[in-house]
Each structure stands twice: as C-alpha cells, then as structure tokens.
C-alpha cells in the first residue's frame, strides 16, 4: 500500500516566478491537507481539500491556491514567489469522514526561492 | 486560539536512557493530541494519538504519551532510547475553527553513544 506521494522532492524558483507542487494521497483517502514547514519551525496549514473544494483554510495569502482533481490527488500552486516561500511543502491526506483527524504524511517537497 | 507549546528546542540523552518530550497545550475543548517524528529530510510520521479513553497511550517504536488534563500536557516517553531515535518530534492538537493540524515548534533529539 502506497503512502501519500509527493513531486518533486526538491525545487530551485526565483522570486516573481510560480510554482506547482503535487501530492497523491495514501489509497483510500479522499481529503488531502496541505503544510508548510519553514527551517526550525513546525508545519503549519495551508489549507485542506475535499471532494475538489477548498473546506478549510489557514492564514495565507491568495498567492497559495490549489486543485483537487476526481482521483483525489492534489496541486499547490504559489505565485509571485517571495523569499520567504522558501520552506518543506507537506501534503497530508486522510479519510474524509469518520477519522478526518488523523493525517498522514508524505516526504514533503523543498522549495528553495533565490 | 489553539496552540501547542513545546518548552525544549534540544534535548541529549545517551543511548539507553529513559526519555521525556515535554508538550502543552491550549484548547477549550476535549483535545484530540498527536505526536509526529521526522527524520532529517523527511515527511512526518505519526507515533501515537490521544482522542479519549486511557489517558496513557501507546505508539509505535516504543514510545507512550500521558494525557494529563489537569495540566494541559501530553509528554512523550520512552523508556530506553536507541541511537534510531534521534529525529526532530512534534506535538500537534487538531481542532479549532480551521479543524486542522496545530504544531508545535519540535523538540530536536540527539542521542549519545
């Protein structure tokens, strides 16, 4: 059984530029979470996706959008990169209901913004 | 607001000893609680989750939690670390308005020979 699955492993992006990362939730799954970690830091949430709509958010910027596609698997897409984007992107997928709390984690995408 | 404290940034302890991973947390209600290991330049893995019930509970690899609610901790135990422990160890509370994931800053472990 496949884990969640998440490409690429690492990313070199200037600032001003776009950036899409993608994520394939753990068979079985249908809401996948997205993160970011920056260095020294905790992840905290971008947002959350189900059924192909966005059913929660966190405090970021419009920059940060994504897609949910009808296979569950899931894109984060960032514009007009800053410095500061520079961070390990986590996607998290889990059931939709009945155990949406529990998350499980892939191997996290590092995005390095010069 | 929900959040997760967790006081030790770094801790070292010797092969074989016993281990505590200190968290806290703020939540109004019945918490559901995690803790989360990541290797260097890893994902995070889950050990172990507190939603109800037995106030200890049991992960994988060894480690237990305690809930105390009186004090608003959840701390990580162990009690024989191997030199394969040594990762970065995250608490997390879910909940919340956004019902996601709120984590803690880490705690890094390093383990001596």
């Known amino acids: 059984d496949a884990g969640v699955t998440q490409s690429p492993t690492h990313l070199i992006k200037t600032r001003g530029q776009q950036v899409t990362l993608r994520c394939s939730p753990k068979?079985?799954?249908?809401?996948v979470s997205w993160y970011q970690q920056a260095l020294g830091q905790g992840p905290q949430f971008i947002f959350q996706?189900?059924?192909?709509?966005?059913?929660q958010r966190g405090n970021f910027p419009d920059r940060f959008s994504g897609h949910q596609f009808p296979n569950y698997s899931s894109e984060l897409n960032v514009n007009a990169l800053l410095l500061g984007d520079s961070a390990l992107y986590l996607c998290?997928?889990?059931?939709?209901?009945?155990?949406?709390?529990?998350?499980?984690f892939g191997p996290g995408t590092r995005l390095l913004v010069l | 607001a929900q959040s997760v404290t967790q006081p030790d940034i770094h801790i070292t302890v010797s092969e074989g000893a016993s281990l505590e991973l200190r968290c806290n947390y703020s939540?109004?209600?019945?918490?559901?609680l995690f803790w989360y290991v990541q290797s260097p330049g890893q994902g995070l893995q889950l050990l172990l989750k507190y939603f109800s019930g037995d106030t200890l509970v049991q992960g994988i690899k060894g480690f237990e939690a305690e809930f105390k609610r009186s004090q608003s901790s959840f701390n990580l135990r162990k009690p024989s670390v191997h030199w394969s422990d040594a990762a970065e160890y995250f608490c997390?509370?879910?909940?919340?308005?956004?019902?996601?994931?709120?984590f803690g800053k880490g705690t890094k472990l390093s383990v001596k020979p």
């Open positions: 997390a509370v879910f909940g919340g308005s956004q019902g996601n994931l709120i």
């Open positions: 998290a997928s889990s059931p939709g209901t009945g155990g949406w709390e529990t998350q499980y």
């Open positions: 068979s079985g799954h249908d809401t």
């Open positions: 939540y109004g209600a019945t918490p559901y």
């Open positions: 996706y189900y059924e192909e709509e966005e059913r």
